[in-house]
Nanobody, 126 residues
Framework: QVQLVESGGGLVQPGDSLRLSCTSSGRTVVTNSLGWFRQTPGKEREFVGVNHWTTGVIYHGDLSDSVKGRFTISRDNNGNTMFLQMRRLKPEDTAVYYC????????????????WGPGTQVTVSS
């Protein structure tokens, strides 16, 4: 079994930066791709990006233009912790951010993932 826990969220002002962490325990996820999603009340989870375990980071989906150049996904050297560095945050980035293990199918769909963490709240407000 794999357990993921997100951390690093908080209340920040527009233009600030945050770094979220996704820490795994249990079975290693070194050979798994890990994804970041975000969700606001009443909406479905939005794909932010995926760290592919062999090819690196992939950004796809509707958020690509919104987060490109501001969000960076990386992993630590042992591959079991993933990070989401967020810069120049905007109020529209306010959401609960989740990480999960990609198991099958396309990277953009949340149904392709399992072992979701509980999420961490990011609030961008002046």
């Amino acid at each position: 079994q794999v357990q993921l826990v997100e951390s690093g969220g908080g209340l920040v002002q527009p233009g600030d930066s945050l770094r979220l962490s996704c820490t795994s325990s249990g079975r290693t996820v070194v050979t798994n791709s890990l994804g970041w999603f975000r969700q606001t009340p009443g909406k479905e989870r939005e794909f932010v990006g995926v760290n592919h375990w062999t090819t690196g980071v992939i950004y796809h989906g509707d958020l690509s233009d919104s987060v490109k150049g501001r969000f960076t996904i990386s992993r630590d050297n042992n591959g079991n912790t993933m990070f989401l560095q967020m810069r120049r945050l905007k109020p529209e980035d306010t959401a609960v951010y989740y990480c999960a293990v990609h198991l099958r199918g396309n990277y953009v769909s949340s149904s392709s993932y399992d072992y979701w963490g509980p999420g961490t709240q990011v609030t961008v407000s002046s």
